[in-house]
């Protein structure tokens, strides 16, 4: 009987086996390949503004408390209030709501503590004493005059010991630069003495400036511009509204100032290391990642991908700052640490079977969403998204499997295809018709052999009687 039901039982096996469908699996993998966190902190040679850990000691410190000292300047030939302008009510306001934000965004790390003066301090020079260079914004010799002079100014009733940045609004009318600006090092006096400070140009008292200042900040910690700051005219074309220093003054989605990146979170300190995921993708990795805004134990992971380059992945949910993102997701970006403040030291990472952003649209819709993947032409590590909760996303992180990866593509903008290209994962099983074929082979295959030993048998008994 044993011998009998070999060959069905063995198709049948081969037949159940291959009939199972193919899925991709949420459990976590057998090994988790993680390295430690030091091997994902990018360093950078460039002196202050750039995304490494190396940041420049000029830089004030993100925890603790930051002494803000504010300045209204104004000058002999516009000033800074009239009848019915509402001018410091507006400023307190402002700074009042960048303030929140940035406590808030740091989790109670940060406490910042702001010393206004009650008047204006008035320039000793005309606007005409202040020219922007052209691109609405000073040079480094009138933006430094500039912030001396207002300093100077305010001496006689303003006491400036113990300030970590200085923060100097003005009334814009041209010729002065229309674009805010920042320095970590500004020198006052012939003998060393120098500055933080942030200038900051208001066009009206009713101008909302709060996103501005929250941009700014992220200067006086060592940030670099995210935007295009080189190009005429700028804009957002490397990273969208995703972090504050990219666009922090509005994109026209309902948004002026969206949630600061993982990356930055994690070098400003706000999050520790233990709530960072350094991956190692020789070996698949599952990572749940909590939402940003939730700062649970797992905010993000990041795959080194060079010694100045690197993968980080995140979850972003429409809460808080990011209350108005229009699709929640995970978000991956590609930092390099060795391009320079407003070249794209910052890039979003677009999800397979689509092309690199171009419109605000097209960036706030780059997120992943379950069953679609980054693939990252530098390395070939894949980013898949398994499961998506209201809290959380599940994300499988592999390295380069046999599919042959684009050539000759940069690593932040990918060989391009139609923007409207539905993303297509790989098959990750046989493909059902051919299994399906297979297992017929297997079974009338298993079925003719069992015909033919009981007729050999048959045979066998019919001799052995006869003799």
Same mark, same amino acid.
């Given at each position: 009987?044993?011998?009998?039901?070999?060959?069905?039982?063995?198709?049948?096996?081969?037949?159940?086996?291959?009939?199972?469908?193919?899925?991709?699996?949420?459990?976590?993998?057998?090994?988790?390949?993680?390295?430690?966190?030091?091997?994902?902190?990018?360093?950078?040679?460039? /002196?202050?503004?750039?995304?490494?850990?190396?940041?420049?000691?000029?830089?004030?410190?993100?925890?603790?408390?930051?002494?803000?000292?504010?300045?209204?300047?104004?000058?002999?030939?516009?000033?800074?209030?009239?009848? %019915?302008?509402?001018?410091?009510?507006?400023?307190?306001?402002?700074?009042?709501?960048?303030?929140?934000?940035?406590?808030?965004?740091?989790?109670? /790390?940060?406490?910042?503590?702001?010393? =206004?003066?009650?008047?204006?301090?008035?320039?000793?020079?005309?606007?005409?004493? $202040?020219?922007?260079?052209?691109?609405?914004?000073?040079?480094?010799?009138?933006?430094?005059?500039?912030?001396?002079?207002?300093?100077?100014?305010?001496?006689?009733?303003?006491?400036?010991?113990?300030?970590?940045?200085?923060?100097?609004? $003005?009334?814009?009318?041209?010729?002065?630069?229309?674009?805010?600006?920042?320095?970590?090092?500004?020198?006052?006096?012939?003998?060393?003495?120098?500055? /933080?400070?942030?200038?900051?140009?208001?066009?009206?008292?009713?101008?909302?400036?709060?996103?501005?200042?929250?941009?700014?900040?992220?200067?006086?910690?060592?940030?670099?511009?995210? $935007?295009?700051?080189?190009?005429? %005219? %700028?804009?957002?074309?490397?990273?969208?509204?995703?972090?504050?220093?990219?666009?922090?003054?509005?994109?026209?989605?309902?948004?002026?100032?969206?949630?600061?990146?993982?990356?930055?979170?994690?070098?400003?300190?706000?999050?520790?290391?233990?709530?960072?995921?350094?991956?190692?993708?020789?070996?698949?990795?599952?990572?749940?990642?909590?939402?940003?805004?939730?700062?649970? %134990?797992?905010?993000?992971?990041?795959?080194?991908?060079?010694?100045?380059?690197?993968?980080?992945? =995140?979850?972003?949910?429409?809460?808080?700052?990011?209350?108005?993102?229009?699709?929640?997701?995970?978000?991956?970006?590609?930092?390099?640490?060795?391009?320079?403040?407003?070249?794209?030291?910052?890039?979003?990472?677009?999800?397979?079977?689509?092309?690199?952003?171009?419109?605000?649209? =097209?960036?706030?819709?780059?997120?992943?969403?379950?069953?679609?993947?980054?693939?990252?032409?530098?390395?070939?590590?894949?980013?898949?998204?398994?499961?998506?909760?209201?809290?959380?996303?599940?994300?499988?992180?592999?390295?380069?499997?046999?599919?042959?990866?684009?050539?000759?593509?940069?690593?932040?903008?990918?060989?391009? =295809?139609?923007?409207?290209?539905?993303?297509?994962?790989?098959?990750?099983?046989?493909?059902?018709?051919?299994?399906?074929?297979?297992?017929?082979?297997?079974?009338?295959?298993?079925?003719?052999?069992?015909?033919?030993?009981?007729?050999?048998?048959?045979?066998?008994?019919? /001799?052995?009687?006869?003799?």
């Amino acid at each position: 009987m044993r011998s009998r039901m070999s060959a069905p039982l063995i198709a049948l096996a081969l037949v159940s086996g291959l009939l199972v469908p193919a899925t991709i699996p949420t459990g976590q993998p057998a090994v988790a390949a993680a390295r430690p966190v030091a091997e994902c902190r990018l360093e950078s040679s460039w /002196r202050q503004f750039n995304e490494g850990f190396a940041i420049d000691e000029a830089a004030a410190d993100a925890t603790g408390t930051l002494t803000v000292q504010a300045v209204y300047a104004d000058f002999p030939d516009q000033r800074g209030g009239g009848d %019915g302008e509402f001018w410091l009510e507006h400023l307190h306001a402002d700074a009042a709501q960048a303030i929140a934000n940035l406590e808030t965004q740091s989790a109670g /790390r940060l406490d910042v503590v702001i010393r =206004e003066p009650a008047t204006w301090v008035t320039l000793p020079h005309g606007t005409s004493a $202040y020219p922007e260079s052209g691109d609405a914004a000073w040079g480094n010799r009138v933006f430094h005059e500039f912030v001396t002079d207002a300093i100077a100014a305010a001496a006689p009733t303003i006491d400036f010991a113990g300030a970590d940045v200085v923060w100097v609004f $003005y009334p814009w009318v041209a010729p002065l630069a229309a674009r805010a600006q920042a320095d970590n090092f500004v020198p006052l006096t012939p003998d060393g003495e120098v500055f /933080r400070a942030i200038t900051m140009p208001k066009p009206g008292s009713d101008a909302v400036v709060a996103p501005v200042i929250v941009h700014e900040t992220g200067h006086t910690f060592g940030f670099p511009d995210l $935007y295009d700051a080189v190009a005429p %005219g %700028g804009g957002s074309p490397f990273l969208g509204s995703w972090d504050p220093m990219s666009d922090g003054w509005g994109d026209g989605a309902a948004l002026e100032s969206w949630e600061f990146m993982g990356w930055h979170l994690w070098r400003l300190g706000w999050i520790d290391d233990d709530q960072v995921t350094c991956v190692d993708p020789s070996t698949p990795i599952d990572v749940t990642l909590d939402a940003l805004t939730q700062r649970g %134990g797992s905010v993000i992971a990041v795959v080194p991908a060079g010694e100045h380059r690197a993968l980080v992945i =995140e979850s972003r949910k429409a809460e808080r700052y990011d209350a108005a993102i229009p699709r929640p997701g995970v978000l991956v970006t590609v930092v390099d640490s060795e391009v320079g403040t407003g070249e794209g030291p910052v890039r979003v990472a677009p999800r397979d079977g689509t092309a690199f952003p171009v419109t605000t649209e =097209e960036f706030a819709n780059a997120t992943l969403l379950p069953g679609e993947r980054y693939t990252d032409p530098g390395t070939g590590v894949t980013v898949t998204v398994l499961e998506s909760t209201g809290g959380s996303d599940l994300v499988r992180i592999a390295g380069p499997d046999a599919t042959p990866q684009p050539q000759g593509t940069s690593a932040a903008e990918p060989a391009a =295809e139609p923007a409207d290209a539905v993303a297509i994962l790989p098959p990750t099983g046989s493909e059902p018709r051919a299994a399906f074929l297979t297992a017929m082979v297997l079974v009338l295959a298993g079925g003719a052999a069992w015909s033919a030993t009981r007729t050999r048998r048959a045979l066998v008994t019919r /001799r052995s009687g006869s003799d």
